[in-house]
């Protein structure tokens, strides 16, 4: 699978959208974009994923530029409950029982 | 509609011991995997079951073992405890399993709260 590239941390303060950016030059034709997060002491949470065009669902947006080398997740607006690891991973679509998480970036809202 | 559930969430073993971890997936659910996550290593595969058969296996040595019962609960076994086991153990389950063409939703995995094995 393509490796990913994501900062560290981010702050984000309540009510605001948080844009998560996530670096993924070695992708694949046939690799999606999925996005998870893990909030402390619970099991990772999926939030969305896409192939090539823009995404968006009850959680997130989803935003792949046109070359698919990079994306980015966005919360639109941002709650204290949505403080938590986020995990950008790319894989095959056929490659679904078998995920893999780097360190991920670490979002923390405030109020 | 119950989440996926594991047992126990916390465990202590000592080092040479063995231990069973459970995890009762979704209703319905026919898919088990399980992962294995530290936070030098983050999260890793270490197996996935469906319909009793374990149909995929990660890079772990042969001390990791598991099984999946008709029921489609699963248990997986660490024998000869180490140190480095200690982790959080995480199982996901889905609907089939599988990529095809009846939508995303039936094979996304949702994974249950883990177990926090801790190896002294």
Partial sequence: DAKTTQPTSMDCAEGRAANLPCNHSTISGNEYVYWYRQIHSQGPQYIIHGLKNNETNEMASLIITEDRKSSTLILPHATLRDTAVYYCIVRPSSNDYKLSFGAGTTVTVRA | ?120
């Fill in chain 2, 1 to 120: 509609k119950a989440g996926v559930t594991q047992t126990p969430r916390y465990l202590i073993k000592t080092r040479g011991q063995q231990v069973t971890l459970s995890c009762s997936p979704i209703s319905g659910h026919r898919s088990v995997s399980w992962y294995q996550q530290t936070p030098g290593q983050g999260l890793q595969f270490l197996f996935e079951y469906f319909s009793e058969t374990q149909r995929n296996k990660g890079n772990f040595p042969g001390r990791f073992s598991g099984r999946q019962f008709s029921n489609s609960r699963s248990e997986m076994n660490v024998s000869t405890l180490e140190l480095g086991d200690s982790a959080l153990y995480l199982c996901a389950s889905s609907l089939l399993g599988r990529r095809g063409l009846a939508g995303e939703s039936a094979y996304e995995q949702y994974f249950g709260p883990g177990t926090r094995l801790t190896v002294t």
